[in-house]
Structure formats: structure tokens, C-alpha cells
């Protein structure tokens, strides 16, 4: 496969241990401007110190983000209103950040929640409502639910049964296949209205995983959906794939995530278009950056530096009277079942333009 990316931002350095693999075309218009529209999501799962480290922070490490935030200008937004004014094409605060937490888990309510009424941070909140109707340990209730919402917490749809819903069964046909992912998505919206009052409008996709199939679902249902994939949001973002830093685990670092509270979206064209599913592990792509914009910002086009996996791809550079274009090769084949492919571009006061796509092996 062929991946061709054309970009019209400086020029791309490394600031990420995951990317590239397999082909899309993204187009960047040489009039954007850069101005406060820029949104950073995170998502955590567990804040506890006797969870699953992988997906877990400590509530010393949540609270030390949220210190550090508000140490150094960071402004927590609440996400259903900062995602609406990028689509009206409003500014936002110049370093807005959104938090999130998926799944359920009672950490959530008992230990995050006071940290976060301690710094007045709003908070989404996406549910699997499955575990909660059969009073999972582990998860919150109903009535904790109801008592976050009524004081503000969003509360969004994380599918009732928490499946890999880009993954057909065995001997599953794609007719049988779309109709289990509607009745998840549905049967929880159903049950997060019924004890709410309000219908949901904010979905994460289970595991972070997402397809252009399963984004035609959920584009069903009038939702704003989200992924895990590293990155920032942006007005030119897939509303139906928006990208979240993951903060639990090694990736709950203050040191790392610092970075992340304060990236700047790539203004991406037309990323909706493609699909995270791929039957390769060997990608290579072709990648294009204006010149005029290389030029605006002040970049030399020989800086930028492509990772996969946390080692350096090939990159070979050619360029013309209106691009710079970049051959890029891994020097090996992807493992596992997801990857990444990363670009960022330095941006002022030692920031970062961040984009993430994100990439998922079947087997």
C-alpha cells in the first residue's frame, strides 16, 4: 500500500513515539490560519493506585496534571461546548484542554471528582452501561451517575457492552455485524436517557477503535464521536474520530504529557475519508507540505523526522517551485493489533503541531 499525505503546515519534527502505517490523502488549504482554535482531549480510565497500571494514574500523578495546568495558564474547558465553538469557528482559550473518562469505574466518583471540584474542572464522563445495570464492583451506579450529572458533569455513550466493534465474529456477515453495533450503541443511548432525561450527544468508541463502516453507525445516531489516537483538535477535525492523548500508564508522565496539554491541531482535510482497518505491517507513504507555509512559519523542510514504534523511518525529500515532498519508508514491519502514524511540527513557545492516525491489524 501507498499512503499519501499532503500537508500544508511548516515542516514535521519528531515529539511522538508512535507512527505511520498504511495510505490515506490528506489535504491542508494554504490559507489556514492558526489562531486559538485548537483543543487538546484526554482521556484516562482508572485514578487509583490499585487498578490495572496500563490504563491507571495515581491521584497524586491526576493531581499534579491538574496543578500544573493551572500553574501554567491552562485552561480545562468543558468538551461538548469547546468541540460546538470549533464548529462555529469561535476561538477557544489559547491553551484549552479537555478531560475525559472512559468505561465506568467507581475511581472516577470516589477519587477524581473531588480532585477535580478542588481545581473547578469540568469533566465527560463516557459509560458502558451494561456493567452498571448489573451493578458490576468496580463501576459506578446509577445513582452516582445521576448526582455527577446534576452538577455538571457531561455524561456520554460508550456503547452498553464495551465490544470490539470493528471486529466481526466468526461467520458473522456484515448485515449481522451492523446490526449488533447499532443495538450496543442504541441500547445504551436508550439507557443513558431513560436515567438521565437528556440524550447523550458525545460517543467514545470502545478501545479507541473506529472504521469508516462504524463511523457511518454512529453518524446515525447525531453523535460527536472520539478516538484514543494522539492528537489535537482542530475546526478541520473528524467529528466522528476526534483524537485523545491516553494519560494512564507510562503515558501518565507529567514529564511526556506536559506537551500534550498545550499541542496545536494539524488542519487536516478531508481525514474522514479513510479508514483505520489495514492488511499490512510494512507501510510506506508520500507525504507533501506547502512550501508557502514552510516558509510563513519559519521551518527549514529538512528538519522533519518520521518514528514508528520509537525508531526513525526513511525519509526521502524532493522538492518543487510549490512543495516539498517526502518519500517516507518503515525500516521494519508493525506488531501488534494497533499502531500509530504521528506527525508534529514545532510550533511557537515551544509547542507542538500534533496529528495521530491511527491503524488497526485484523486478524
Known sequence: MNLKLNLNTQSIRRSVIDILSSFLVIMLPCSIGFSQNHLSILVYHHVSNTTPPSTSISPEGFRSHLQFMKDNGITV??????????QKGLDLPDKAVAITFDDGYESIYETAWPILKEFSAPFSFFISTDPINKSQQGYVTWGQIKEMHSQGVTIGNHTSDHAYL???TQNESTSDWKQRAQKSIKKAH???????GIAPRLFAYPYGEFSKELKEIVGGFDYIALGQHSGATGPLSDWLALPRFPMGGIYSNLETARIKFTSRALPAL???????????????????????NISKVGLQATSISCFLGGKEMEVKIR??????????????KSIGRRWNYTCTAPAENNRYFWLSLPFIFLD
Open 77 to 86: 474547558v468543558d468538551l461538548e461546548n469547546a468541540v460546538s465553538a470549533l
Open 166 to 168: 470493528v471486529q466481526k
Open 190 to 196: 436508550a439507557d443513558l436517557t431513560k436515567q438521565l
Open 270 to 292: 478531508d481525514i474522514e475519508q479513510w479508514s483505520p482497518i489495514v492488511d499490512t505491517r510494512e507501510p510506506t507513504a508520500q507525504l507533501t507540505i506547502d512550501n508557502i
Open 319 to 332: 522538492t518543487n517551485s510549490t512543495h516539498t515532498n517526502f518519500s517516507i519508508a518503515a525500516r521494519g
